[in-house]
């Protein structure tokens, strides 16, 4: 009968230290990234190696009758494709509402407080009050100088509070392109990844520090836009955001453009940085076409009562104005204080408390309260559905990281397994070696 080699323990020895200290090298690269963005733990598998047959005649050649020790099958990446879908989902709801606070926390920033000296609201009373004073003294041409003092201060501010909105328009509008070229940029990372990941797999290895790299790019994509993810065996992956395939199950991908991000906010709602931003923008565009209809709205109202002749003479406009980018005193106004029409100065002011607005049913004053209101409720909603998403996300993240993410505590307790296991092995190895010293040196002595 026949059994393993006189080196048969030494071999068992080897394995495990071989195996134990391998399974250090996996705790030491856990907790090298412990802080690392995207990074899954990873775990070296113990497996028992093939065990030693001892044929016997007349008997079949079965395993299972003297063990041979240990090795890593494989190095286990610890990640769940139910968790991380379902933090994408939430990552994108997250990302809209993100990107429409963040653009209306701009917007509302515009617009002083109504109580404020120098708000608009503030100003168009202060502008209708001069006028009202004028009508006590319609030729005095200190109080006319008022009145026009008054409505340079007006346009003035209209002007900037405008341009101020077009400047974060611009700004929104920037993001926008800026994010469609990020969205190419990942989705050409990915492909150049999962080309590295496909090698890796061919050769027979795990090549989770890749993965890890690939998911990481998914998740931000997954924040910019909805997106769906289908893995292939051989280590590719299918990419669709918004049902539109950029990156196909063979490694190729298309391009996005401006028109595709806008064709994706017609018909998805709330979902994504890249809508967040294109809604932003139409209710930036809404705001502005208020301050453009406010601002025709004060120069029609008063030019129709100014531009008028009078016992005084024949007066020109007041205002000019296309819309509030322009809105300003006309030239004559601007250049000759008598062009002042004070003959009319009661009538003008009067038009303060007139419904002149919204078909007649708002004063200059509550149109533009209702605006700032607007864009006051529209930023507070914003923020509390954030906040929402925050919260779920939250739980989200929690629920994937007790899976992903390294606990320092838990891989030194790992530590110390595999070091007493080491120790363990290599006292084998010493044990052998003496048996092996007595049997070569000392034996027949």
């Not at 497996?47 to 009758?65: F, H, M, R, S």
């Not at 931000?220 to 280590?235: F, M």
């Not at 007595?438 to 027949?444: E, G, P, V």
Request: proline residues 2%.
């Amino acid at each position: 009968m026949s059994g393993p080699g006189t080196f048969f323990g030494l071999e068992i020895g080897r394995r495990g230290l071989q195996s134990e200290r391998r399974a250090m090298d996996v705790v030491g690269h856990n907790l090298s990234n412990a802080n690392t963005e995207g990074y899954s733990r990873q775990e070296a598998v113990h497996v028992a190696t093939d065990p030693y047959c001892n044929p016997i005649l007349n008997q079949k050649l079965i395993p299972g009758q003297i063990g041979t020790g240990v090795e890593i099958n494989y190095i286990r990446r610890f990640r769940d494709l139910y968790l991380d879908n379902q933090w994408r989902d939430v990552a994108s709801s997250e990302g809209y509402w993100e990107a429409l606070n963040e653009s209306l926390k701009k917007i509302e920033a515009v617009f002083p407080e109504p109580d404020e000296e120098n708000g608009l609201q503030s100003l168009i009373g202060k502008f209708f009050n001069a006028w009202e004073d004028l009508n006590n003294t319609p030729q005095d041409i200190g109080v006319k100088a008022a009145v026009r003092e008054a409505g340079v201060e007006l346009t003035t501010t209209f002007r900037q509070t405008y341009t101020q909105l077009s400047d974060v328009w611009q700004n929104v509008d920037s993001l926008i392109n800026d994010k469609v070229e990020r969205i190419n940029s990942i989705t050409r990372q990915i492909t150049e990844v999962s080309t590295a990941i496909a090698r890796v797999i061919d050769l027979g290895e795990q090549p989770n520090d890749l993965l890890d790299k690939r998911d990481l790019l998914l998740d931000e994509l997954g924040k910019l836009g909805r997106i769906t993810v289908e893995h292939s065996s051989d280590g590719y992956v299918s990419v669709s955001l918004y049902g539109q395939e950029l990156v196909s199950i063979d490694n190729s991908r298309v391009e996005i453009t401006r028109g595709d991000a806008e064709g994706w906010a017609a018909g998805n709602q709330e979902t994504g940085m890249m809508v967040g931003y294109i809604d932003a923008l139409d209710k930036i565009e809404s705001y502005m076409a208020m301050m453009d209809e406010l601002a025709l709205g004060l120069t029609n109202t008063v030019n129709a009562l100014h531009a008028t002749t009078t016992s005084s003479g024949t007066y020109p406009d007041f205002f000019t104005a296309t819309g509030a980018a322009d809105f300003d005193l006309s030239a004559d106004v601007k250049s000759e204080i008598t062009n002042v029409n004070g003959d009319q100065a009661l009538y003008i002011g009067g038009k303060r408390t007139e419904l002149t607005m919204l078909g007649n049913t708002a004063t200059f004053e509550s149109y533009y309260r209702g605006l700032t209101t607007m864009i006051g409720a529209d930023t507070q909603g914003s923020a509390d559905r954030l906040g929402t998403q925050n919260a779920v996300k939250e739980q989200v993240n929690n629920l994937r990281e007790s899976l992903v993410g390294v606990s320092t505590d838990e891989e030194l307790t790992k530590m110390i397994q595999y070091q007493y296991a080491y120790q363990s092995s290599a006292r084998i190895v010493t044990v052998m070696d003496t048996l092996l010293d007595t049997l070569i040196n000392r034996t027949a002595v």
